[in-house]
């Protein structure tokens, strides 16, 4: 008997065997009979070639084939998948331009006078608002989906605008001013704060990158973690480290530009506002918007409150409502308006992040469920 | 009648996938009402707007699969809990062993049911479904004891993408259309598919007893099996398990479920369906444009073979062409057109692949020395010249072949049969089911069969003539459209007359009244036709068209 006649031989003995043979990566892979049916359907086999095989429907032959893989080793691990997360480089330095314009209006403030300082700072805040608005759609720090924009927008100007010039006016108003504009220098009764401003917008840089840290390290880890609890243990020292690196990196940045500038800049002041910030973007990065969207809202009103009762303190009668701001101001000096509201909002912000961001359905790729 | 008809991307929108369909059914039955209760698929499709309705369409509510709107309620302690326990029963259904039969079902459906309740109740389940406590409640499933081994395997981005999918699969279950003056105004809910589509159907029946009546052409478990290859097994085995579960739930509560075909008629009894629910109806075509050319077999060319259709790799036309090669041996007079546009880049391909073939297996030949030549294989698209409609497609050819390898419901051979054109086909899909004996059908990848069945056409005109009346015949007794829309009036009096909507009229102190609806109420149709008199419009009770979108 020839090798060809045997073949032939198991061959009509066990015709399945050889359709195991051809749709063995079909059937290695499917999770049940239906599975392996549908795929067999697709190859074109119906009912009349499942009688070829003494089966009575491709439902049957499927069971067959399904049982007949050996299912005791544990499949093969899934490769994780290569997504490519990784930003480009364009979008890497974009945040740097933020703080490249800011410096470039400060400096043309300070070379300026009269009606062309004024062109000068409105160009630059210009300048600057589109740029930080380019940083803000694309890379690490952008939303997703446009749609419900909550309107976080003018709070955190307002935020801003205090940080540049509401320490001087609330102290102006302590001491019976202000008694005219701001005339866009760093003294005068009305004194403008450039080096807080500054730094925020230079801050934009590792904000930007220690948000693209965190974010990918939670990818890496939603892969080859187990559970959901380990995941969160191990996000939550990944949410600090990312939220300490950013302040370090704030810090080391307002340093340097109270360095350079030589004007005593509103350290702790800062460094809340840019902490509150921070978080606020982050948290809505993640689709988180709710909670951002107060804390930035409460912490703006109460800076308004704030300046509000040393003006109305003034009126006949209302002489008590100055007080607390007063002897807050007198103790700590101005800054400590912004550096209490922002460093409370921010200390806020910061548990409710450990709460929500180390959740695994937070870091969900494309879609953001809450 | 009032008809709630449930479609998933298709009917009211243009261009959408079984709109024709549907179209044709609702101006068919003119003398009854529908409701159109529709799911676009994408933007593009909410952009592109509705195929004109006509007046027995009496409102349209449409809902977006593709995206949900968060409705911004957060639950408290006790939604939440009542939630997660839900969450969890269907998690745990979910994980349940295959096997396991009519437990698990209830489990499902009372799973389903109070997710139903819960936002019909308070809402946001939209955020709830994609909140963590949805991700815990399927790990918590998944690593219980025994659950099953592929469930057990689940790491968290599997968990992830399956809380992400039963969030988009659930999206119906948040709408409001479940009221006393939505979908409980009407006699029976049709739904044009299974799966999501059904779902409304389901809530319906469940919230307001309304009957349920499901169509499917295409079976969507099948269909499911076969769109996520790439996943990892835990998520290809709980979503199986969701679709299976959400399709025998659907077979359980509906009066009736009417497969296109076998093929999806055994899925469906496969999948749970009880065979006294089924009703094969099969899909209606219009025999209008071939009438003409069905009246005249003269017309057709001798020595003529065509085939037809949307050129993909799955028609496989090499084999066609291989067995033409033989065809040729045997009758060297005979001429093949292939007859149809590419579909897609891989159509494309596949299609230069195939006239390279041609080329290659039939050198150009002419009449005469002094005469040009051309090649006995033609490749030609239905736009071209003397091509205007399909049925001069077939009207040019003695015989039509087939010789896909993977087909549904055949739709080319229909037409084909409405032609009076004997058919060769492969013996795929509902071929035989459609042909039925009028016409020779051979297996699928076997050239030689093929070759020796068009050559044994070819030589027999009276057989080809007998054949082609034959298949006329039985397409126009099976494959018209009136046939379609007649059963599926049927169908809808036969539910109705078998369980009919109870809605008991309650008095003003909520007592209900007795007598308060004749049994003349009960009768299909209007049976108080609109009175002669002539009523000034400011008097005509017009209805308000409760449309979310206008009109």
Partial sequence: MTDLDERNRTGAADPVKALLHRHNDLCLRAVDPLEIAAGLEAHGITDRTAARFRHRDVFSLAEELYARVPRDDPPPPTPPRTENSRPSTPTLLLPLLPGALCAAAVLALHRTHGENRLYA???????????????????????????????????????????????????????????????????????????????????CAPAAWTAHLFTAHARRRLVSSRGLEDFSASARPALFGAFALFLGALAAVLGMVSAVFDEPSAFAGTLALGALVFLARLLTVHGFTHAPKVMLSVTAIAQATALATVFAARLPGLGALSTPVETLTTAWGPAAVPTLTCGAAALVLLIHASRTLTRASAHLPGEHPR | MRIGLLTEGGYPYVGGEGGLWCDRLVRGLDRHEFDVYAFSSDEAQEDAGWVPLPPQVGRVRTAPLWTAEDDGVVYGRRARRLFSEHYGELAAALCAPADSSTTEADRFATALHGLAELARDQGGLVAALRSETAVRALERACRAPGARRTAREARVPDLLAVASHVERALRPLSLDWYQEDGLGVVDLCHATAGGVTALPGLLAHHFLGIPLLVTEYAVRLRTHYLTRPDSSPAVRSLLAAFHGRLAAETYRRATFVTPGDTHARRWQERCGADRSKLRTVYPGMDAAPFAEVGESPESADP?????????????????????????RTQEPKTRLRIIGGPTGPEGAAYLGHCKALAAHLFPDEADGPHAVGDNPVSFEELSGPGLRTPADAYAGAAVTVLSSVVEGFPAGLIEAMFCGRATVSTDVGAVVEAIGGTGLVVPPRNPRALAEACVSLLRDPERRARLGAAARARALELFTVDQNISAFLGLYLEIVARTPVRRPLLGDTGTPLPFAAPAEAHLPGHWTEPTPRAVPTWAMDTPVPATETTR
């Fill in chain 2, 303 to 327: 020595h003529t073979l065509v085939w037809a259709g949307r050129v993909e790799p799955a028609k496989d036309l090499v084999s066609l062409l291989h067995a033409f090669a033989e065809i």
């Fill in chain 1, 121 to 203: 700072a409105a160009t630059g805040i210009l300048a600057v608002a589109l740029a930080l608005r380019a940083v803000l759609r694309r890379g690490p720090l952008s939303a997703p989906g446009h749609r419900h924009r909550p309107a976080t927008t003018p709070w955190a100007c307002w935020l801003i605008g205090y940080a540049l010039l509401g320490d001087g006016l609330l102290h102006a108003a302590i001491t019976g001013g202000p008694d005219g504009l701001p005339d866009g220098t760093d003294h005068g009764h009305w004194p403008l704060a450039a080096a807080p401003a500054l730094a925020l917008a230079l801050a």
